[in-house]
T-cell receptor
Framework: GNSVTQMEGPVTLSEEAFLTINCTYTATGYPSLFWYVQYPGEGLQLLLKATKADDKGSNKGFEATYRKETTSFHLEKGSVQVSDSAVYFCALSDGGYSTLTFGKGTMLLVSP | EAGVAQSPRYKIIEKRQSVAFWCNPI?????LYWYQQILGQGPKLLIQ????????DSQLPKDRFSAERLKGVDSTLKIQPAKLEDSAVYLC?????????????FGDGTRLSIL
């Protein structure tokens, strides 16, 4: 079956530090990959996505590259802000429908 | 564009009681999803509708959970009777057609606490 593994949190950084959150996946087919972000008390928001190998998704300074050879989709940002504090979920959809399989989430805490 | 609407935001009940959640997806979205998110975990799909038909309910505990999407628009999810392990946030999401690779749009969720 499909699965997503994320690094455990919390990840604690100072403002302007570099961020990496690791994500690896297992899928039976050729999945699409997503990063969602969840702010406290809110639902999930799509951050970025990639649908084929070597695609780079980017949004709001965040980037992730679809690496088929390593089955990975690591999230990066060059300079984090306090407002980036949230829980980040890596997810995949595989097959004919867009059903999502999520990782457990990684909490990011950014201090001034 | 109005987002996915869910109600109520919070619900507290005792075990063995029943509860219902409501979701109104983004206008025109054919696909609707219900997820269960237990504290500290990622969302887990409970049921997926395509218009008013069920596409996937393989992880729905059918002895206590039920869901419907009459007329292919809004949806209700019911739990009867509730158990302690049902304490979670219940998220509703929608997407335009449900095709592979299409992102989902989430509501803010209903936080359910079972006493």
């Amino acid at each position: 079956g499909n699965s997503v593994t994320q690094m455990e949190g919390p990840v604690t950084l100072s403002e302007e530090a570099f961020l990496t959150i690791n994500c690896t996946y297992t899928a039976t087919g050729y999945p699409s990959l997503f990063w969602y972000v969840q702010y406290p008390g809110e639902g999930l928001q799509l951050l970025l996505k990639a649908t084929k190998a070597d695609d780079k998704g980017s949004n709001k300074g965040f980037e992730a590259t679809y690496r088929k050879e390593t089955t990975s989709f690591h999230l990066e940002k060059g300079s984090v802000q306090v407002s980036d504090s949230a829980v980040y979920f890596c997810a995949l959809s595989d097959g004919g429908y867009s059903t999502l399989t999520f990782g457990k989430g990684t909490m990011l805490l950014v201090s001034p | 564009e109005a987002g996915v609407a869910q109600s109520p935001r919070y619900k507290i009940i005792e075990k063995r009681q029943s509860v219902a959640f409501w979701c109104n997806p983004i206008s025109g979205h054919a696909t609707l999803y219900w997820y269960q998110q237990i504290l500290g975990q990622g969302p887990k799909l409970l049921i997926q509708f395509q218009n008013n038909g069920v596409v996937d309910d393989s992880q729905l505990p059918k002895d206590r959970f039920s869901a419907e999407r009459l007329k292919g628009v809004d949806s209700t999810l019911k739990i009867q009777p509730a158990k302690l392990e049902d304490s979670a946030v219940y998220l509703c999401a929608s997407s335009p057609t449900g095709e592979a690779g299409q992102p989902q749009h989430f509501g803010d969720g209903t936080r359910l606490s079972i006493l």
